[in-house]
């Protein structure tokens, strides 16, 4: 069952990993070595480390552990993310779908760091935006919605004015508590009542209107519809 949505905005924020980016063959596979070498359930961590830094899904995972061997961690695994882009390829209508936002405000806003982000856009064969909020630009994780937020006065427009794309249950929550509105992309998004959901990015057409918005044609997988 689908229906068309349409979102108006002034700004969008995009994710990568998930949104723009199908990098999950390399994120299972060095995160499955990490629980491995924890001696926790491959199946359990995969539940959790989606949306979020390292360091952060590393204190839910691990709770007792000083930070700052999360953090230490959280380098290392970044640097073998960064190496791994064996599958990394784009999500389904990422590239029409950046190059229609041409001239018009967007950032992205990912976990990943600098080096990460880049290796996997161009991996994936994407262009990046100009604006970027990565995971040296914040002090706080996703689902904390800093990042956000931080992308939304960097293009100088209200929290309010912008939709947020987002795949993983953290990275809606914190648009949601950013005050964005949400449009959920991919099998993890439904599960997190973004706005409205669509299975990948061909489900969505841009629109610039004269008087400097963003008018977003969704049709939606699930039927549900927001504004």
């Known amino acids: ?10 700004a969008l924020l995009l994710d990568m990993d998930g949104t723009l980016v199908n990098s999950d063959a390399s994120v299972e596979r060095v995160w499955r070595r990490w629980a491995e070498r924890h001696g926790l359930d491959g199946d359990e961590v995969m539940k959790v480390v989606h949306g979020r830094q390292g360091y952060a899904s590393m204190v839910l995972l ?16 970044l640097a073998e993310e960064t190496a791994d882009t064996e599958g990394v390829v784009e999500i389904p209508g990422a590239r029409a779908f950046l190059a229609s936002l041409e001239g018009l405000p967007h950032a992205l806003v990912t976990s990943a760091d600098v080096a990460l982000s880049t290796a996997r856009m161009a991996a994936a064969g994407l262009d990046l935006p100009a604006v970027r909020v990565t995971a040296e630009s914040v002090g706080a994780s996703k689902p904390d919605p800093e990042g956000f937020l931080k992308g ?7 929290p309010a004015d912008c ?3 987002e795949d993983s249950g ?5 648009g949601r508590a950013a005050g964005m509105r949400v449009v959920g992309v991919g099998p993890r998004a439904g599960f997190h009542a973004p706005d409205a959901v669509v299975r990948d990015l ?9 008087d ?3 008018r977003l044609h969704v049709t939606e997988r699930s039927g549900r519809a927001g504004a």
């Open 163 to 165: 939709v947020v794309f």
């Open 202 to 210: 061909t489900q969505v057409r841009v629109e610039a209107g004269p």
């Open 152 to 158: 939304a006065a960097e293009l100088g427009v209200a």
């Open 212 to 214: 400097g918005t963003i």
């Open 170 to 174: 953290a990275g809606i929550a914190a």
């Open 1 to 10: 069952m689908t229906a068309t949505a349409v979102l108006t905005a002034r």
């Open 62 to 77: 691990l709770p007792n552990r000083p930070m700052e061997q999360n953090h230490a961690d959280n380098a290392r695994m």
